[in-house]
T-cell receptor, first 114, second 119 residues
Framework: KQEVTQIPAALSVPEGENLVLNCSFTDSAIYNLQWFRQDPGKGLTSLLLIQSSQREQTSGRLNASLDKSSGRSTLYIAASQPGDSATYLCAVRVGSSNTGKLIFGQGTTLQVKP | GAVVSQHPSWVICKSGTSVKIECRSLDFQATTMFWYRQFPKQSLMLMAT?????????EQGVEKDKFLINHASLTLSTLTVTSAHPEDSSFYIC???????????????FGNGTRLTVT
C-alpha cells in the first residue's frame, strides 16, 4: 500500500530564506508526482508536476526534484515571501490509466514571517 | 488554464437532510472526476472516482449509498450526501484531469472545495 509522508509538518521562516520541503513515498512504482498549494479553507492549486521519467521541474522560484528509486521528492522555494505562506501537499499518482488516483501526504504548513 | 468549478462553497444543513455538491469542468471535458474529503488539519482522502456514463468506483470504507455520485455529462459530476449527520461535516473537494492537454500525463485540477457543516 502506497504511503506518502511529508516532513516537516510545519515550518516557520523569516522572509527571504530559501527552504526545502520533503516528501517521501513507500512504493517507487508511481506514474508521476505533483506538488500542490492549499490556502486555508480553499481548494488546491497545482504547482509542479514531475513525470516518473523526470528528475526535476522548475517554475519561477519553485523547483521540485524527484528521486523515484529512493522514494523521495523535494520542493525548493527560493527567496521566500509572506505570500508563500500556505500548506504544501505532495501527491503521487498510482496507476497509469485515466482513473489512476492520487495519494496525498499530510502536508507541510509554511509560515513566512515578514 | 483548466478550471474546475465547485458549488456551493459552503453549506449548513440539518441532520437527516441531503446535500448535493456540483463539480464542473469549465473549459475542458472530463471523462473522470475524483471526489476527495478532508478533515481539519488532515490530508485529502480519495472517496470515489466518478466516471461519465457509468457507475462510480468507491474507495474502501466509503458508503456508496450514503455518498451518491452522478456523472451524467462530460463536464458535470455531482456528489450527494444523503441523510447527513454531524460526522459528515468536512471539506469536500472535486478534481478532474484535462485529457486534452497532455492526456493521461496532465496534472489534476481541483475545485475550491465545499465546506459542509451538519448541525
Amino acid at each position: 500500500k502506497q504511503e506518502v509522508t511529508q516532513i516537516p509538518a510545519a515550518l516557520s521562516v523569516p522572509e527571504g530564506e530559501n527552504l526545502v520541503l520533503n516528501c517521501s513515498f513507500t512504493d517507487s512504482a508511481i506514474y508521476n508526482l505533483q506538488w500542490f498549494r492549499q490556502d486555508p479553507g480553499k481548494g488546491l492549486t497545482s504547482l509542479l508536476l514531475i513525470q516518473s521519467s523526470q528528475r526535476e521541474q522548475t517554475s519561477g522560484r519553485l523547483n521540485a526534484s524527484l528521486d523515484k528509486s529512493s522514494g523521495r521528492s523535494t520542493l525548493y522555494i527560493a527567496a521566500s515571501q509572506p505570500g508563500d505562506s500556505a500548506t504544501y501537499l505532495c501527491a503521487v499518482r498510482v496507476g497509469s490509466s485515466n482513473t489512476g488516483k492520487l495519494i496525498f501526504g499530510q502536508g507541510t504548513t509554511l509560515q513566512v514571517k515578514p | 488554464g483548466a478550471v474546475v468549478s465547485q458549488h456551493p462553497s459552503w453549506v449548513i444543513c440539518k441532520s437527516g437532510t441531503s446535500v448535493k455538491i456540483e463539480c464542473r469542468s469549465l473549459d475542458f471535458q472530463a471523462t473522470t472526476m475524483f471526489w476527495y474529503r478532508q478533515f481539519p488539519k488532515q490530508s485529502l482522502m480519495l472517496m470515489a472516482t466518478s466516471n461519465e456514463g457509468s457507475k462510480a468506483t468507491y474507495e474502501q470504507g466509503v458508503e456508496k449509498d450514503k455518498f451518491l455520485i452522478n456523472h451524467a455529462s462530460l463536464t458535470l459530476s455531482t456528489l450527494t450526501v444523503t441523510s447527513a449527520h454531524p460526522e459528515d461535516s468536512s471539506f469536500y473537494i472535486c478534481s478532474a484531469r484535462d485529457r486534452g492537454r497532455g492526456g493521461y500525463n496532465s496534472p489534476l485540477h481541483f475545485g475550491n472545495g465545499t465546506r459542509l457543516t451538519v448541525t
